[in-house]
């Protein structure tokens, strides 16, 4: 058995079902009719690497030390002086697969032979078999990037998809993961409702029809699972409402990247990624987390006037390894916690995940179930996490529909957004070419599928559920 995942990285569901009714996805519609056409959940943060995290090792990212694409170190465990911060959207890339908790394996490390194209998350792989990381292809990216050139862009797709294309006949991996960025790409330059941005979805279609083209040719295509997923959402914004920028008005010493070497002197630290998302790291001199009650004496009207922006829609404080509080100007506040296998809910102060007034407990499927048709989808289980998840800020915002965080210093102008814990940017499209045996909720729900499918035991402290027979 082989199992081969595209994901079409930034794709909306909406555009995915629009483009099959439509007839411009063939090869995504004959999945839909032959196997399973949903969506699923992805995590908080939505972007990009973090997103991978659920998929190819079965677990939250925050989880094994991802809490966003900018990070401040706070245990200065795994990053330099003078500044202690990472951000993956240059350099630091490299240091991704370190990053990860050791002991949490990847399905590259659990399956082989097997290969990935443009995914972050490639731990275990040799970099023959791990295309885009090599060098010359984070050059060809970055320029890319910097320059904001979305023929680049397409040209890149094209280019992994060939290359993987040609692997997947030549080869057999057992497993495999073709990221293709260009939807993503063209959804900031243009917008994500932008006629290019369906450039770049044919081309997934594309690619899915040349794999079982090849298979089916072969005789492999009865033997894999092809599934067709996305990694994050996309909204469009109206105002970059710049937190950096707010938070050094209202007179505290601020940092963030790129200008980021006076974090040992500063008061916050501002760590975007989306950029419809932000951690905030108070007092950064600080080696360990303190938890809500022990900053909100000196930074309790920071949040204040965070949670009136209408830029911001949650405000999430972490208060200790379970519990996290969770305020909205709209809406109040209440806290989120896990306790065993269960998250409870509890509005202190209104009902900011629009839940209801009453407690809740429920376990991770009925939390799922629960938030499905809120504006926060899965917001329960996501928040949960944040709440033991030591490289997280003190202070976590989740934008607002129209707005993000950061104003400056961006390469390729963000007309659309994502990050966030709204449904615009959580909800991601799912087709496979099988039947499911149950219908998959949430991204992570792909890892022991992948197990399931090649025949693998399960991986202790692994979450997820399995949506594949077992054959
Ligand atoms: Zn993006």
């Known amino acids: 058995m082989s199992v081969i995942v595209i994901v079409a990285d930034g794709a909306r569901p909406e555009a995915v079902a629009e483009g099959i009714a439509a007839g411009r996805l063939p090869a995504l519609a004959r999945l839909a009719a032959e196997g399973f056409h949903g969506r699923v959940t992805t995590v908080f943060p939505s972007v990009t690497g973090l997103a991978y995290v659920p998929m190819t090792m079965g677990r939250h990212p925050v989880a094994v030390g991802l809490p966003g694409l900018r990070w ?10 003078p500044h202690f911060t990472r951000s993956y959207l240059g350099w630091d890339m490299r240091y991704l697969s370190g990053d990860l908790d050791a002991t949490a394996p990847t399905i590259f490390e659990l399956s082989r032979p097997s290969f990935a194209a443009l995914s972050m998350i490639g731990r275990g792989l040799a970099t023959r078999d791990w295309i885009g990381r ?38 057999h991996p057992s497993y495999a993961m073709v990221a293709l960025l260009g939807i993503d790409k063209l959804s900031h330059a243009f917008g994500c409702t932008d006629p290019r941005v369906d450039m770049a979805l044919a081309l997934v279609d594309d690619t899915v029809a040349r794999i079982r083209a090849d298979a089916e040719r072969d005789g492999r295509w009865a033997d894999m699972h092809l599934w067709v997923v996305s990694d994050h959402g996309h909204s469009p914004v109206h105002t970059h409402d ?36 932000a951690h905030l790291y108070l007092e950064p001199q600080r080696r360990q987390a303190a938890g809500w009650a022990a900053h909100a004496p000196r930074w309790e009207p920071l949040v204040h006037d965070l949670v009136s922006r209408p830029s911001a829609d949650l405000v999430i404080l972490p208060v200790d390894e379970t519990t996290c509080e969770v305020r909205s100007a709209r809406c109040g506040s209440a806290q989120v916690s896990s306790a065993g296998t269960l998250i409870t809910y509890t509005p202190t102060d209104g009902d900011p995940l629009q839940l209801g007034p009453q407690p809740l407990r429920l376990s991770r499927e009925a939390s799922w179930e629960r938030c499905a048709e809120t504006a926060y989808p899965d917001a329960l289980v996501q928040i949960a996490h944040l709440a033991d998840a030591p490289r997280v800020g003190d202070i976590i ?41 149950r219908p998959p909720q949430r991204t992570v729900d792909l ?4 197990l399931t499918a090649l025949g693998l035991p399960p991986v202790a402290g692994s979450d997820g559920e399995t949506f594949v027979a077992a054959s």
Request: proline share 5%; charged share 25%; no cysteine.
């Open 242 to 277: 710049d937190l950096a920028d707010i938070i050094r008005n209202a007179g505290h010493r601020t940092i963030a990247h790129p200008r980021v070497r006076a974090s040992m002197t500063s008061d916050v630290a501002v760590m975007v990624s989306g950029n419809a998302m």
């Open 397 to 437: 915002l989740s934008a607002a529909p129209g707005w993000d965080f950061r104003a400056r210093f961006e390469p390729i102008p963000h007309r659309s957004t994502h990050g966030s814990l709204h449904r615009d940017h959580m909800w991601v499209p799912l087709l496979g070419n099988r039947p499911v045996t």
């Open 72 to 81: 401040l170190d706070r245990a200065r465990e795994r990053t330099r002086a």
């Open 134 to 171: 090599s060098l010359a292809w984070q050059l060809r990216g970055a320029w890319a990037h910097f320059r904001g050139s979305v023929d680049g862009w397409l040209a890149i797709d094209r280019q992994v998809a060939d290359l993987s294309v040609r692997r997947i006949a030549r080869d």
């Open 447 to 450: 890892f022991p599928s992948t």
